[in-house]
T-cell receptor, first 114, second 116 residues
């Protein structure tokens, strides 16, 4: 089945540690996105990538880093510079040849920093 | 300025009744797309409906329809015959430009609760 996988579903880390969230898609989509969602809030864009080996900062990129070495993969690293990293992280992808080119989302990773 | 505004943090609707969730947007780009997503308590994001800026007709998908008023820059979601399973967060979103690789901006969402 085509889709997006994010792992792990729940992640706990100590303050000051970097942590990498995985996102993989087999939809053959060019674009991939990372969003952060805080309780009761909307989705805020962290980084997005329109094509392999290229990515752009979103609205809240500080304290985060990404790479896009393969079309299928777009890992997000939450660094120790991120002041308040506890949140729900959603990865998405979108194509260019569909009817609406809507974003498809993974199940999310809930990160808790202790 | 907010690109997407959802002014209703929470809404209640009686089962089997219709409900309208408001969304206004702000863009100077003549080409854009508007999306509605549903997010149940499990956290997954489910695509519901799409409206392109050049579409002449309001979009409909089953019990979902989009009341698109371009001059007012509003794209309200109408859910007809509400069901208990419709209880969720609903997000309005906009892509400026019509290419699938462009970024999408989300509103803050409306929490809908369907009452039996």
């Amino acid at each position: 089945d085509g889709g997006i996988t994010q792992s792990p579903k729940y992640l706990f880390r100590k303050e000051g540690q970097n942590v990498t969230l995985s996102c993989e898609q087999n939809l053959n989509h060019d674009a991939m996105y990372w969003y952060r969602q805080d309780p009761g809030q909307g989705l805020r864009l962290i980084y997005y990538s329109q094509i392999v080996n290229d990515f752009q900062k979103g609205d809240i990129a500080e304290g985060y880093s990404v790479s896009r070495e393969k079309k299928e993969s777009f890992p997000l690293t939450v660094t120790s510079a991120q002041k308040n990293p506890t949140a729900f992280y959603l990865c998405a992808s979108s194509g260019t040849s569909g009817r609406y080119n809507e974003q498809f989302f993974g199940p999310g990773t809930r990160l808790t920093v202790l | 300025a907010q690109k997407i505004t959802q002014t209703q943090p929470g809404m209640f609707v009686q089962e089997k009744e219709a409900v309208t969730l408001d969304c206004t947007y702000d863009t100077s780009d003549p080409s854009y797309g508007l999306f509605w997503y549903k997010q149940p308590s499990s956290g997954e994001m489910i695509f519901l409906i799409y409206q392109g800026s050049y579409d002449q007709q309001n979009a409909t998908e089953g019990r979902y329809s989009l009341n698109f008023q371009k001059a007012r820059k509003s794209a309200n979601l109408v859910i007809s015959a509400s069901q208990l399973g419709d209880s969720a967060m609903y997000f309005c979103a906009m892509r400026e430009g019509l290419k699938g690789y462009q970024k999408v901006t989300f509103g803050t969402g409306t929490k809908l609760q369907v009452i039996p």
